[in-house]
């Protein structure tokens, strides 16, 4: 029979107990513990250690720091200093508390954070420091997490039968234990997606499980596909979507058209990025027997295919909007829709959304019309061909540009639209500069790309003629539905996007820095605010300081809202 092992009594003194047992009884402030209990959280079971316990807990007591609900059972004292808000971690361990109920930022040392991660919704005990007297906080619960799914490396241990996932980013300072039957198989190295499932309290490190191998990190592939799992954004669509969006009747059909307003006569082109795998929207250009111009702006109607209560709208929802990425779109409908259905591409007869005007040869605006057409795109032009047409001032399409339209719908006629739409774009945008518009043309980093989508160079992209040319049209069509919408009795439900007036100390402290170059702001009114705004973008283009001043004027100005009240919207 083998012999009962006695455990030696310890007489080691247990370092911090006071704070350790006032952090267990505020992290369950709403439970009671005996010293049995405290003992088991903090991991003893000795005699020396257990007395220590005890004598802790009545002296605490007696100090008012607890209260004894049952006897021998023990609480912490319930007061205002208790707060919620949210945890902003920081590299070293440590971190703050963003809390609406202090002006400042609370500071949590590393000792204090009891395993809150960033971004979780915590509950904080908030104390003054004892040596400057600034606000301090403890972390005394977990209230939501911000999130439990992460992306890492995972580390095999096949010796002793466990891994760990070292998560990507600087703000997780813990690995993630993983039993190594659930693991997935992966590999050493492999970079994976673990969900965090419990966090024992003795435990150094939450344990969790491999829930997608996303493969050997470095490779191109595997780091897009690691981002898209750690921002959540689902590259894949569950089955019962795909399926219902492949069910969809796509066909464009005679019933349909006479509802619609029928423009697959009228010359129709896109003008899209070259390596734009979807076109959103299109322009058409009719000349009218009067001489003026008739200008169509189309998006597809998606409406058409995204019935509400739907599988595909439920999806739609959640995805809230199409991602893009460096090399590929998450797209928020399926592929047959998003690139398919309500994509304008050229040859193609489509059901669209429309703001349809007549417009002189001075840019004004003689008629307008809103509605749901078909159309019928004759070509796609990228930024470049179009410029390449506006840039040779002539309706002979350069050689470099190959286009095919319908038989009644020559390549000159194209670029006559082109250069006709151009010419009035260039009008409107002066007409807005006027009225107190602000002209960003920021140049913008674009990647090359392999055929592989790995990145093998930069280059700067600047906007040009034809850019600007589908911006005019597309504020004037967003600017006059509006204005439409707006007008409408009974007043309708519609959601418009505002921008308030920049900021002034935010003005002032650009006049402080600019005026270091040379340049100069004018104050007295918002024409003049807009003016020299306009004036000192356009005096820094090509000099050194353009990159910071355009950098720091853009702050200058507030961000964009979304409001469905109407008295939030100039017109």
């Given at each position: ?385 179009a410029q390449a047409i506006i840039e040779s001032k002539t309706n002979v399409i350069p050689a470099e540009v190959s286009l095919t339209g319908k038989e009644y719908k020559t390549d000159q006629a194209i670029a006559d639209a082109v250069l006709k739409m151009d010419e009035l774009a260039k009008i409107m945008r002066g007409q807005r ?139």
């Open positions: 029979m083998t012999k009962k092992k006695h455990r030696k009594p310890s007489n080691n003194k247990i370092s911090n107990l006071t704070d350790t047992i006032l952090s267990i009884l505020k992290k369950d402030r709403n439970q009671a513990f005996n010293y049995k209990q405290i003992a088991s959280k903090i991991g003893v079971n000795d005699a020396s250690s257990r007395n220590q316990i005890i004598k802790k807990l009545a002296k605490l007591k007696a100090d008012g720091d607890i209260e004894e609900t049952d006897r021998g059972k023990f609480k912490a004292i319930v007061n205002t200093e208790y707060h919620t808000g949210v945890f902003d971690a920081a590299q070293r361990g440590n971190g703050y508390v963003i809390c609406d109920d202090f002006e400042d930022d609370i500071y949590i040392a590393s000792n204090n954070v009891n395993k809150a991660l960033n971004g979780d919704q915590v509950e904080l005990y908030v104390y003054k420091r004892r040596k400057r007297g600034k606000l301090e906080g403890e972390i005394t619960n977990i209230i939501k997490r911000a999130k439990t799914d992460y992306v890492g490396i995972i580390q095999i241990h096949t010796k002793k039968n466990f891994a760990f996932v070292v998560v990507d980013g600087n703000k997780m300072k813990t690995d993630i234990f993983v039993p190594i039957n659930k693991t997935m198989n992966a590999e050493d190295g492999d970079k994976v997606l673990v969900t965090m499932e419990d966090w024992p309290d003795r435990a150094d490190s939450p344990n969790g499980k491999v829930i997608k191998v996303l493969g050997k990190a470095g490779e191109h592939n595997t780091e897009i596909h690691a981002i898209l799992a750690d921002y959540g954004l689902p590259y894949e669509f569950p089955k019962e979507v795909e399926d219902y969006a492949n069910n969809i009747d796509l066909q464009i059909k005679p019933e349909e058209i006479a509802k619609r307003r029928d423009m697959r006569k009228d010359l129709t082109f896109t003008i899209d990025p070259k390596d734009a795998k979807d076109f959103d929207d299109a322009l058409s250009f009719t000349v009218l027997e009067n001489g003026n111009y008739e200008i169509g702006i189309h998006i597809a109607d998606v409406s058409h295919y995204l019935q509400e209560g739907t599988v595909l709208d439920d999806e739609a929802y959640e995805r809230a909007t199409s991602v893009y990425l460096v090399d590929r779109v998450v797209p928020m409908l399926p592929e047959v829709l998003s690139n398919g259905a309500c994509s304008l591409r050229p040859h193609e007869e489509k059901y669209t959304f429309s703001a349809v005007f007549e417009i002189n040869n001075k840019a004004e605006i003689k008629n307008e019309w809103f509605g749901r057409t078909v159309t019928y795109s004759d070509a796609r032009f990228a930024y470049e061909e500069m006027r009225s107190g518009a602000i002209s960003f043309d920021k140049v913008e980093v674009k990647f090359e790309l392999d055929q592989d989508a790995n990145p093998i160079g930069v280059f700067f992209k600047t906007s040009k003629d034809a850019n600007k040319l589908i911006e005019e049209f597309m504020l004037l069509a967003n600017r006059k539905v509006s204005e439409f919408v707006g007008k409408q009795k009974p007043e309708k439900t519609f959601v418009y996007r505002v921008h308030d007036e920049p900021n002034e100390e935010k003005l002032m402290a650009l006049q402080g820095i600019v005026s270091k170059f040379g340049h100069k702001l004018n104050f007295n009114s918002k024409e003049g605010i807009a003016s020299s705004l306009n004036k000192l973008l356009s005096d820094v283009q090509g000099k050194k300081e353009q990159n910071l001043v355009d950098t720091l004027a853009i702050r200058t100005m507030s961000k964009a809202e979304y409001t469905t009240r109407i008295l939030d919207i100039t017109v």
